[in-house]
């Protein structure tokens, strides 16, 4: 069986025999959608990247109430709200659509509530049940500690979410702290569940048109920062707001942007100053640079008046070519998506040792699967690979890296060839992986990371077998 299927064979046991409803509950998400959170300081762009994702605007941006509130947008027939509160009740809340948002009454103050449920019909949630978190170091100590709560005991220890956008604006040691405490202090959290993004990546250049460039530039030395690198192993320059809006881009606002494109240049350049000379010529215009940004202005701007584009359907792709959003969607598939399966049972087997006392027979029949699951075997070693506590020649590192899944968990990913020539890739690495693993002078934990590797070619070895 496969390792979903061993982990959902080991909660129907535990349901069966303890009755216990937060292993029902465990054993109930292994069924679902991937539970991604979405987390980062105040004013981080949280909201706005999640309507980015999602292609739709739903999420709030402004400082209301609800922003104070853990918030999960599901899947789901019709739109739907419902309120779950601190003292274990939920209630259905009636809503509205203000400028796309859903705008929910709580009917309460909102710390009675634990969180809100959004559901939307929608593709992309079916995917991925995506969670808005309030801003961490808000002025306000309670807001921040929701946010704490719900996502600090990742590790070995139950939690709500299988995986974490973490939104980044200039990196210090609150964003470390925080990401250090979402994997455990003592380094055995699993980072390839994060997943780091340079928000607000159009601001970094001052809203120049070369600005998501200068953002790709920051976002690589983030990637190359060793302390950050052990904890986000990957991180994405993301326009969010040029993003949304691409994916809800209005008729009328093209129209505007057209009128503006068709001005002489001395008074485009005058006009475009800054974000508050655009807004102050009119109502559409401010309406626009809150909705596009100044950067989306500009750059909307220049699109048409060099005839790059003629209609808002080719402004919005373009807009949205410039976000960055296709690529964080392609990190979403390759880091997290393709690793649904492990990141499911990692979170039901940590609920199991929450809920089942040390002694329990069920208890080391988890850490069975875990200590046999070679997909457990592949995460813990591309940790150690990633924080350097793993001995690995630099020349192998790269290679040892992609074929533990740090690229993407399908075979041309982990081996990093077209589909025509994964069996001779595939021969090629297992054979070399093992010579290393079987060598008198490799040290021990080279040697268990090449006899993973090699294993790790078999499977995709024995899958291409099966195809075939």
């Known amino acids: 069986m496969s390792l979903l299927d061993d982990t959902r064979a080991l909660l129907d046991r535990a349901v069966a025999e303890t009755r216990d409803a937060r292993l029902a509950r465990a054993r109930g998400r292994l069924d679902e959608?991937?539970?991604?959170?979405?987390?980062?300081?105040?004013?981080?762009?949280?909201?706005?990247?999640?309507?980015?994702?999602?292609g739709e605007e739903l999420a709030p941006t402004d400082a209301g109430e609800c922003t104070r509130v853990v918030t999960w947008y599901a899947d789901g027939p019709a739109y739907a709200v419902t309120s779950y509160l601190t003292?274990?009740?939920?209630?259905?809340r009636p809503f509205t659509r203000r400028d796309g948002a859903v705008r929910i009454d709580l009917g309460r103050p909102s710390f009675q509530v634990e969180r809100l449920e959004v559901r939307v019909p929608s593709a992309?949630?079916?995917?991925?049940?995506l969670i808005d978190t309030p801003g961490i170091e808000s002025l306000s100590?309670?807001?921040?500690?929701?946010?704490?709560?719900?996502?600090?005991d990742e590790g070995e220890h139950a939690t709500q979410t299988d995986a974490v956008i973490y939104l980044l604006r200039h990196l210090h040691g609150g964003d470390v702290r925080f990401l250090e405490a979402f994997h455990g202090d003592d380094g055995a959290g699993t980072p390839v569940n994060t997943i780091g993004v340079l928000s607000r990546a159009d601001e970094i250049g001052g809203c120049r048109l070369d600005a998501m460039t200068a953002a790709e530039r920051v976002a690589g030395r983030y990637a190359i920062d060793e302390r950050l690198r052990r904890l986000c192993p990957v991180v994405v320059p993301v326009a969010g707001l040029l993003g949304a809006a691409g994916a809800t881009l209005r008729e009328g606002e093209f129209r505007v942007l057209a009128q503006v494109a068709a001005?002489?240049?001395d008074d485009i350049v005058e006009l475009l100053l800054t974000a508050d000379r655009f807004a102050a010529s009119g109502d559409e215009r401010r309406r626009l640079v809150t909705r596009l940004g100044l950067f989306g202005v500009r750059l909307g701007t220049r699109l048409i008046r060099e005839g790059e584009v003629t209609d808002a359907a080719g402004l919005?792709?373009?807009?949205?070519?410039s976000s960055g959003i296709g690529r964080l969607r392609e990190v979403l598939r390759t880091h997290i998506e393709g690793r649904a399966d492990v990141l499911k049972a990692r979170s039901a087997l940590a609920a199991l040792d929450d809920c089942l006392p040390?002694?329990?027979?069920?208890?080391?029949?988890?850490?069975?699967?875990?200590?046999?699951?070679?997909?457990?075997?592949?995460?813990?070693?591309?940790?150690?690979?990633?924080?350097?506590?793993?001995p690995v020649a630099d020349d192998r590192r790269a290679e040892l890296d992609r074929l533990l899944g740090g690229s993407g968990s399908t075979p041309q990913e982990r081996l990093g060839v077209p589909a025509d020539e994964i069996?001779?890739?595939?021969?090629?690495?297992?054979?070399?992986?093992?010579?290393?693993?079987?060598?008198p002078l490799t040290a021990r934990g080279t040697k268990a990371a090449a006899r993973a590797a090699a294993r790790t070619c078999e499977g995709i070895l024995a899958a291409q077998n099966q195809q075939g």
Do not use: C, Y
């Not at 100590?141 to 600090?152: G, M, W, Y």
């Open 124 to 129: 992309r949630l079916r995917r991925h049940t």
């Open 263 to 265: 001005l002489p240049m």
């Open 87 to 92: 003292d274990g009740n939920a209630e259905a």
């Open 141 to 152: 100590a309670d807001v921040s500690a929701r946010t704490t709560a719900f996502l600090e």
């Open 358 to 390: 040390p002694d329990s027979p069920l208890r080391a029949e988890a850490e069975r699967i875990r200590a046999g699951a070679h997909e457990f075997v592949e995460l813990r070693l591309l940790h150690q690979l990633r924080s350097g506590r793993l």
């Open 316 to 321: 919005a792709a373009a807009l949205t070519e």
């Open 33 to 54: 959608p991937l539970r991604v959170a979405i987390a980062g300081k105040l004013k981080a762009g949280k909201s706005t990247l999640l309507n980015a994702l999602i």
């Open 423 to 439: 069996m001779a890739a595939a021969v090629a690495a297992q054979a070399r992986w093992q010579r290393l693993a079987e060598h």
